[in-house]
């Protein structure tokens, strides 16, 4: 991964990261998920990253939609 992305969202729900990412993208912000869980127990993290100049935008939206 590039060294200009950010971790915006971390959590254990893979469903959650996703529906970040998903409200994000509808914003026109790019975002990926990567997915820390071990196999095959799944346990771990699922984080969302953006472009560290998207980073104030994506903020507020996540804040705005209470996600």
């Given amino acids: 991964m590039e060294s200009n992305w950010l971790k915006i969202y971390t959590t254990a729900d893979f ?27 799944r346990f771990g993290q699922v984080e969302v990253y953006i472009h560290e100049g998207s980073f104030n935008d994506a903020i507020e939206i996540i804040i705005k939609n209470e996600l």
């Fill in 15 to 41: 469903y959650k990261a996703e529906l970040v990412r998903q409200v994000l993208i509808e914003h026109e912000i790019e975002a990926v998920m990567m997915d820390k869980r071990g196999f095959p127990y």
